[in-house]
């Protein structure tokens, strides 16, 4: 069985401005990733955090917690980068040396089983080094940074890179992997229901992954709706599905879950819409729209909100 205390989770924590203030206060990813990590690991992991333009709320919860180690942009001696990828290169960089194994996982993702680690750590190889999240349904063939697993020596055999690719953060990975020859370990969809074709996944029955959880849900799969304007009924729609299921996610965590795998009836489409519509309305940030996309760099909406 792997030991805990050899594991490292790295995460990046922030705010923007689509998530702060009340809305976040009452959907905290911080403490409902730390609730679902104490509740599906054995004690002793540690979680190595960049709090990235993160509250002062949000940022005491981390500090409260004895399994977090956390760095935060407003520390001076705290390097800023532009894309929040630069952050998951710097946390491997300060842990490949005191930990076996690294998982990053995003700030909208949690295990949903217990023995996850030894699930993912255990069958961890020379010949297949890396276990990672694939968004089959987002059009992807390469691996997906919201959940990767993998050993400290092998970061430090194949200095794996989370630079933005052609796709995403983390897609050179397992471009590197294919290129040599090498196997990763795919976790694919898992869903029963699926209320969004790519938000509240399930993955490998094992692991959950929001999307956009604290960001508009700009994705590929819906950027014919977005280029053509944010204030489209189009993408108002989309708005309205996003906000209900980041609701139904952290108000009724455990019957969600259930609900995404089978276990309970879905809500209908109709309910969905019109609580997630009714969210909508309540978040003024809606009003004016900016775009704040940082792990995709430049695109027709400019570069994203400047760092505050």
Not at 153 to 168: E, L, S, T, V
């Given at each position: 069985m792997i030991d805990p205390g050899e594991v490292a989770i790295l995460v990046v924590h922030g705010n923007g401005p689509y998530y702060e203030g009340r809305f976040a206060l009452e959907h905290s990813w911080p403490e409902l990733q730390m609730r679902q990590l104490r509740r599906h690991t054995p004690p002793g992991f540690t979680m190595v955090a960049v709090g990235?333009?993160?509250?002062?709320?949000?940022?005491?919860?981390?500090?409260?917690?004895?399994?977090?180690?956390?760095?935060?942009?407003?520390?001076?001696?705290?390097?800023?980068?532009?894309?929040?990828?630069?952050?998951?290169?710097?946390?491997v960089e300060q842990t490949h040396e005191r930990f076996r194994y690294l998982i990053t996982l995003d700030s909208d993702a949690f295990p949903i089983t217990d023995g996850w680690l030894d699930r993912y750590l255990e069958g961890l190889s020379e010949r297949e080094p890396v276990a990672a999240v694939q968004r089959l349904e987002n059009g992807d063939t390469?691996?997906?940074?919201?959940?990767?697993?993998?050993?400290?020596?092998?970061?430090?055999?194949?200095?794996?890179?989370?630079?933005?690719?052609?796709?995403?953060?983390?897609?050179?990975?397992?471009?590197?992997?294919?290129?040599?020859?090498?196997?990763?370990?795919?976790?694919?969809?898992?869903?029963?229901?699926?209320?969004?074709?790519?938000?509240a996944g399930l993955y490998d029955s094992a692991i959950y992954h929001h999307a956009a959880g604290g960001r508009l849900p700009l994705y590929r799969i819906n950027q014919a709706i977005w280029r053509e304007g944010l204030d489209t009924p189009a993408f108002e729609t989309e708005l309205a599905i996003h906000n209900a299921l980041l609701d139904a996610i952290h108000h009724d965590t455990d019957h969600f879950l259930d609900q995404l795998q089978g276990r309970a009836a879905p809500t209908s489409r109709e309910a969905l819409l019109a609580g997630g519509h009714e969210i909508v309305r309540a978040r003024p940030e809606f009003a004016e729209p900016l775009f704040d996309d940082r792990d995709r760099g430049p695109n027709r909406f400019g570069e994203g909100e400047p760092r505050r």
């Open positions: 990235n333009r993160i509250m002062p709320e949000h940022e005491a919860f981390l500090r409260s917690c004895r399994e977090v180690e956390i760095h935060c942009t407003h520390d001076p001696a705290m390097p800023l980068f532009k894309e929040i990828w630069r952050y998951r290169n710097w946390l390469h691996s997906d940074r919201s959940f990767m697993a993998f050993s400290s020596r092998a970061w430090r055999q194949h200095r794996f890179d989370f630079a933005n690719g052609p796709k995403d953060a983390g897609c050179r990975i397992s471009a590197y992997l294919d290129s040599r020859g090498l196997s990763w370990r795919r976790l694919t969809r898992s869903n029963a229901w699926n209320p969004h074709s790519l938000t």
